[in-house]
């Protein structure tokens, strides 16, 4: 089955700056990226999602990018803001209702 | 996100004791998701159901059963037989013919 690794388990980054997040997958017929926002206590919540048709897609401060090649993906927020902080999860999944594989998610910390 | 609701938002059991936790959703989504999260492990898969009276074991069903009469209740009991019940449990649904899961605000077991 699937396999989602994800990296780093806790990022750092000053006010401003920019925050990467990685992630890789096992299963080359997976075809859907979701990446999640959880912030403590609360549900995760969808904040972009990536399809194999494309390379890339952006959403104000947010891209991600996606190389099925290489099966991997990633997360880039640009101009951390504080409320930024939060744990980020990537996932991964196959059409048709297939329950999606989770990363183990990021601690993001951006430091005022 | 608000069509879905999940009770009780916190519960104590005592060792031995079943519990169920509930799962309700006005969205029409045809699947739904059970998921059990831990500190620094993600979102691991309990249970799925794609339609009515039909589920699916996850990674980590050892313990758990569920039910799926209605379209809109996915309810979720954890037996005496889950040696390591204390957790967040978060309920997801998903449309039919889409990728994209919501996630309901979750329930917190705590084993006493």
């Known amino acids: 089955g699937e396999n989602v690794e994800q990296h780093p388990s806790t990022l750092s980054v000053q006010e401003g700056d920019s925050a990467v997040i990685k992630c890789t997958y096992s299963?080359?017929?997976?075809?859907?990226f979701p990446w999640y926002k959880q912030e403590l206590g609360k549900r995760p919540q969808l904040i972009i999602d990536i399809r194999s048709n494309v390379g890339e897609k952006k959403d104000q401060r947010i891209a991600v990018t996606l190389n099925k090649t290489a099966k991997h993906f990633s997360l880039h927020i640009t101009e951390t803001q504080p409320e930024d902080s939060a744990v980020y999860f990537c996932?991964?999944?196959?059409?048709?209702?297939?329950?999606?594989?989770f990363g183990k998610g990021t601690r993001l910390s951006v430091i005022a | 996100d608000g069509g879905i609701t999940q009770s009780p938002k916190y519960l104590f059991r005592k060792e031995g004791q079943n519990v169920t936790l509930s799962c309700e959703q006005n969205?029409?989504?045809?699947?739904m998701y059970w998921y059990r999260q831990d500190p620094g492990q993600g979102l691991r898969l309990i249970y799925y159901?794609?339609?009515?009276?039909?589920?699916q074991k996850g990674d980590i069903a050892e313990g758990y059963s569920v039910s799926r009469e209605k379209k809109e209740s996915f309810p979720l009991t954890v037996t005496s037989a889950q040696k390591n019940p204390t957790a967040f449990y978060l309920c997801?649904?998903?449309?039919?013919?889409?990728?994209?899961?919501?996630f309901g605000p979750g329930t917190r077991l705590t084993v006493l």
């Open positions: 299963d080359s017929a997976s075809n859907y």
């Open positions: 997801a649904t998903m449309l039919g013919g889409t990728d994209t899961q919501y």
């Open positions: 159901s794609q339609i009515v009276n039909d589920f």
């Open positions: 969205l029409n989504h045809d699947a």
């Open positions: 996932a991964a999944s196959s059409r048709g209702n297939t329950p999606l594989v």
